[in-house]
């Protein structure tokens, strides 16, 4: 089925599959397995969903790496698709993906974008998982889980670009998708710290030879860097959105905000209850939903967790650490019981608990606070 005609491109959803046939010579820059880096010669793109986000090998996947030009090439004849083809790979629904286009004068910059970062997401920097060595991938630990996840991202651009000017989309991309997942507070799945993608993102960008004076410029001070950020974000919203739920909406979530620090939902629940008095700890665990969500007890964790973020980078000392998270803590507890004339106290009963860095106990003294505010709630 088309989809529509995007500056001198047309694009498709097959199957399985999105595709941008070209109606001219385009530039591409791309991280294809096989049609990689910088091309002039290609005929179309394609993003392509090769399984399921989890539990799902295929045979087929195996020949991904060990023999990525016959992989692409089963692609293109099942598909009847030209060899001159650059490929993106992920587990994303293709009926998920989001299309953005922003425009200024004669310009105009179209994103198409699929992802999931559930089960992937990363921190730049983070620990590796797999060494690569002749050719093969080693990996790093046994055991390690099965990652899945991918941000996918094909750009097109109705004008023409210098090289280096492509070689700029991608850090403009790659910007923008970490912009938004920062805005989404999405937790890296391998360290305590926010993620700034996934650990298989791709991309391939594209512009039409147009033979006009080629555009020099794709950053932020340039209107092509400004409408290139804009499409991205906004398709990068709308796929993690249908793919993932993930909207600043499911996000409004204390235990969103702890996650990567280890938290999971039966072990809060159980970790507040049992502070709690018997019957208050029962009232609790039917209501967990209304603690979690309460946007002003979000709000004062997302204090609390960014506090920890600032003394983890270095801009809060360690000396003023135990000051720092009693004071957010207690406007934790403050906001869960709504009771701002027990903030003192709150301060009070919460200096006597165990403050550090690690996160278990800072994850004990959430729960203490948590538990603290809602002891106090029905007192009424």
């Not at 692409?72 to 587990?91: D, I, M, N, V, W």
């Not at 889980?145 to 000017?165: C, D, F, S, V």
């Not at 991309?173 to 710290?193: M, P, W």
């Not at 860097?225 to 993930?246: F, M, P, Y």
Request: hydrophobic share 35%; proline share 3%.
């Amino acid at each position: 089925m088309k989809l529509g005609d995007y500056g001198a491109a047309e694009v498709h959803r097959e199957r399985k599959m999105l595709i941008v046939r070209f109606n001219r010579p385009h530039r591409v820059i791309s991280t294809c397995r096989v049609n990689g880096g910088i091309h002039e010669d290609l005929e179309c793109l394609f993003n392509h969903q090769s399984c399921e986000p989890a539990g799902h090998s295929r045979k087929e996947l195996k020949t991904v790496l060990s023999a990525p030009e016959r992989y692409l090439q089963g692609l293109c004849e099942r598909f009847e698709l030209p060899e001159k083809t650059a490929s993106l790979g992920t587990a994303a629904n293709m009926n998920y993906a989001a299309i953005e286009t922003k425009s200024f004068k004669n310009l105009e910059v179209t994103a198409i974008c699929t992802g999931g970062v559930e089960g992937n997401a990363g921190r730049v920097g983070d620990p590796a998982s797999v060494w690569e060595q002749d050719g093969v991938f080693e990996p790093l630990e046994k055991g390690g889980k099965e990652p899945h996840g991918t941000i996918n991202t094909i750009l097109l651009i109705n004008r023409e670009l210098t090289r280096g000017a492509m070689v700029r989309t991608i850090m403009t991309v790659t910007e923008a998708k970490t912009a938004v997942l920062q805005e989404l507070a999405v937790s890296s799945r391998y360290s305590d710290g926010l993620a700034t993608g996934t650990g298989t993102d791709q991309i391939a960008v594209a512009c039409a030879l147009t033979g006009d004076t080629p555009l020099t410029s794709a950053g932020k001070h340039a209107k092509l860097g400004e409408l290139i950020g804009s499409a991205v974000s906004g398709a990068i919203r709308k796929t993690l959105a249908l793919q993932n739920s993930l909207t600043p909406g499911n996000q409004r979530s204390i235990l969103e905000h702890i996650k990567r620090f280890g938290a999971g939902r039966e072990h809060m629940t159980e970790s507040i209850a049992r502070r709690l008095q018997e019957e208050t700890a029962a009232v609790f665990r039917r209501n967990f939903n209304s603690l979690d969500r309460d946007p002003v007890a979000v709000g004062a964790s997302c204090s609390l967790v960014h506090a920890r973020d600032k003394v983890a980078w270095g801009i809060l000392p360690q000396s003023c650490m135990r000051e720092i998270f009693i004071m957010h803590g207690a406007q934790l507890a403050t906001g869960i019981s709504h009771r701002v004339e027990r903030y003192a106290d709150f301060s009070r009963i919460l200096s006597l608990e165990p403050v550090s860095m690690n996160n278990h106990d800072f994850l004990e003294f959430v729960y203490a606070s948590c538990a603290l505010g809602y002891s106090e709630k029905w007192k009424d």
